[in-house]
């Protein structure tokens, strides 16, 4: 079977760090896209993974461990407009399917 | 400007009517895919189309019709045939796969369907 698993919601304080976890085991594996969810709006694209490691982009960095089936999205100097759900998404095989986790919720506080 | 187009943001139909939803892009991508979330979960693929003229079956087509025969434009029915039609759809396209490591997938602003 295939299932992506990430926390439902989680909750952080302005200008903290926090970490979203993702897991997966899918049939195939091409690579691995964090996107950021508002409510009510599109998905727009954080960040895609392929190989093992960090990768940093401004305020968010991804980590990939193919071994392992994890990986996590990293959140630094939190801004209210950082609340939004965060979906994990892995592309099987082919490039073409992309099976998406259910998204983590989260809330920043002031 | 380019980017992907959907139409109309909120849609009332009532139960035993089809209704079509309209996706159009203009970034002059190959692959176009429609998608269905429902509060708490995450993106189910519906319906994929790879290049013009073709298309794929998702993981929940049944229900629901496409067609592909423009490459900027991928309409979405949903038919009376779909238990629970009730959802926020959502249309995405990406370069396509041929083009290597350009697997990004961009999204309309969705479309919120309520059957009553």
């Known amino acids: 079977g295939q299932n992506i698993d990430q926390p439902t919601e989680m909750t952080a304080t302005e200008g903290a760090i926090v970490q979203i976890n993702c897991t997966y085991q899918?049939?195939?594996?091409?690579?691995l896209f964090w996107y950021q969810q508002h409510a009510g709006e599109a998905p727009t694209f954080l960040s895609y993974n392929v190989l093992d490691g960090l990768e940093e982009k401004g305020r968010f960095s991804s980590f990939l461990s193919r071994s392992k089936g994890y990986s996590y999205l990293l959140l630094k100097e939190l801004q209210m407009k950082d609340s939004a759900s965060y979906l994990c998404a892995v592309l099987g095989l082919g490039g073409f399917k992309t099976i998406f986790g259910a998204g983590t919720r989260l809330f920043v506080k002031a | 400007d380019g980017g992907i187009t959907q139409s109309p943001k909120y849609l009332f139909r009532k139960e035993g009517q089809n209704v079509t939803l309209s996706c159009e892009q203009n970034?002059?991508?190959?692959?176009m895919y429609w998608y269905r979330q429902d509060p708490g979960q995450g993106l189910r693929l519906i319906y994929y189309?790879?290049?013009?003229?073709?298309?794929q079956k998702g993981d929940i087509a049944e229900g629901y019709s496409v067609s592909r025969e423009k490459k900027e434009s991928f309409p979405l029915t949903v038919t009376s045939a779909q238990k629970n039609p009730t959802a926020f759809y959502l249309c995405?396209?990406?370069?396509?796969?041929?083009?290597?490591?350009?697997?990004?997938?961009?999204f309309g602003p969705g479309t919120r369907l309520t059957v009553t």
């Open positions: 899918t049939s195939g594996f091409n690579g």
């Open positions: 970034l002059n991508h190959d692959a």
């Open positions: 995405a396209s990406s370069i396509g796969p041929l083009h290597r490591g350009s697997y990004e997938q961009y």
């Open positions: 189309s790879q290049i013009v003229n073709d298309f």
